[in-house]
Each structure stands twice: as C-alpha cells, then as structure tokens.
C-alpha cells in the first residue's frame, strides 16, 4: 500500500536536462496530462515530462480518434497543466491540421509555447514535415518528433496498428527518426515498433528516444494517464500496463510508474512486441 507521496525538487528540468539524462543513461519518465490537479502530482512523483497529447479527443472528449482535437483544446489544457506543474518538461501536441505551412505552423506554435508556458512542441510524422520542423527550430521553438505509429495518419493507415515489423517498414521507421532529427528535432517519441527496432532507432540518434510500445532500451517511456489508471474505455493496446492495481492511489499509481521506468522493468515482454 502506498502511504506518502515523496517530494521532488521543485527545480524546472529544461530540454538540455533531458539529453543529460540520455547521456547518463537515466530513463526518463513522461506521461500525458490534462488539468492542473494530476499535473501537480506528476511533479511530486518525479515525472520527468508531461505531454498535453492530442490523445485527450479520445480520453477526455470521447472521440474516436485524435483527429477532432484543435490548437484551441491544446492551448486550453496546456494553461490547466501550468498552472499544476513547476518541475516537469511540458510539450504541447501540434494537432491535426495545425501544419499544413511552416509559416501557419509557426503561428500555432508560438501560441502553445507563450501562452501554453509549454517548453517544446511535438510535430507527427516526417516528409512533408521536415521543412516545418526545420523552420519552427530555427525560430527557436523546440521540437518533439514522433515517427512509427503516428495517430494523426489513422485515416491513411486504416488503424492502430504496429509498425515496422517487415525489413523495409523497419528502414523507414528508422530513416524517418534519422531524417526528423536532421530537421533539428531535439527529442523523439517512437510509438508502436518491435522492441529491437525500438534499440536501433535509439542507438541510431543522438537524441533521446522516448517510446511508448516501443520497447525497454529507449531512453525513457511515455503513457497515457488515463491508461495506467486503467479508466479508458477504448481497447488496451499490449503496451500499456494498469499501475493503480495494488498502488492505493492515483500518487501511489504514477510513482509506481515512475519506479519502474527508472529501473526498467517497465516495459517488460509481456508489455512489448
């Protein structure tokens, strides 16, 4: 049973603190959120990075896909998570649509880091991609990738479905985690690949790889919260793990979280493909 929440410096970790981490081999741990209230108790559990994910269409709005989410929702809960965070690194999705231009791109972006107080933006997919992230970097906003399964493509892709599991799939999950980081990409999210193309595209870059089904040699892992509470109703995918079984409470919950991330024994095989 857990009892006390145990403090964490309220010190804010920056972006540079996360490649740090990597050199050091310290798993990072981030998770999802979307108000204030478990915000805070991210922080006190540890959490390295807290995500405002367009997943919320799916958790919070009940929407069948990311896809209905706009940078008008983004920007409203990435205020809620401020105004509860002080240590993690926050990154606010760039949602469907939001990027059809560098330019337009930009203009969302810079809402979400100056009036979302968000540190980093995370931007979907490679392609026509690169020159968007290419512009926002070199107009100092920072930026997330994210390649393998990419939630924003479900219309194109037919589903959520695990990625590069034949040799040519796996080169071009692995060439777009390459390419996005050329872009100027200073973190990745890998999502849905077999655990050993979830260490080659880590070993790969120079940056921190943060998986989600992806494997425990990333350099750290992202959940969603609603998932590891175990109050989704949509299908559990095979890598996500109930953490409030036996934790006591939602605090107990997240820092069991963060325990197993830190010493790896989350993901395990059974959580892997």
């Avoid at 540079?16 to 991210?42: C, F, G, H, K, N």
């Avoid at 706009?70 to 649509?97: C, K, N, W």
């Amino acid at each position: 049973m857990y009892a006390e929440p145990r403090e964490v410096r309220a010190t804010p970790l920056t972006v540079p603190d996360l490649m740090r981490m990597r050199v050091e081999r310290q798993p990072i741990a981030a998770l999802t959120a979307y108000e204030a209230s478990t915000a805070a108790l991210m922080d006190l559990a540890g959490v390295d990075v807290i995500l405002i994910g367009d997943s919320l269409g799916m958790v919070v709005q009940g929407h069948r896909s990311t896809l209905p989410v706009t940078v008008e929702h983004i920007l409203y809960h990435a205020e809620a998570v401020a105004r509860g965070s002080q240590r993690a690194v926050r990154i606010a999705d760039m949602p469907f649509g939001s990027c059809p231009d560098p330019q337009t791109a930009y203009r969302n972006a810079a809402r979400l880091i100056a009036e979302g107080n968000t540190a980093m933006v995370k931007i979907e997919g490679a392609g026509v991609m690169l020159p968007v992230i290419e512009y926002l970097v070199a107009r100092d906003i920072p930026v997330c990738g994210h390649v393998g399964l990419t939630p924003q493509s479900v219309l194109k892709t037919g589903g959520y479905k695990l990625q590069g599991r034949t040799d040519e799939a796996a080169e071009q999950v692995l060439a777009n985690a390459r390419a996005v980081q050329n872009a100027g990409a200073a973190l990745m999210v890998l999502e849905c690949v077999p655990a050993g193309l979830g260490k080659l595209v880590t070993e790969a870059l120079s940056v921190p790889v943060i998986g989600i089904g992806a494997g425990v040699d990333c350099d750290g892992q992202i959940l969603v919260l609603h998932d590891i509470l175990g109050i989704a109703t949509r299908r559990r995918p095979k890598f996500v793990r109930n953490f409030l079984d036996g934790s006591g409470s939602i605090q107990g919950a997240i820092r069991t979280y963060v325990d197993a991330v830190r010493s790896r024994q989350f993901p395990d095989s059974e959580h892997s493909y």
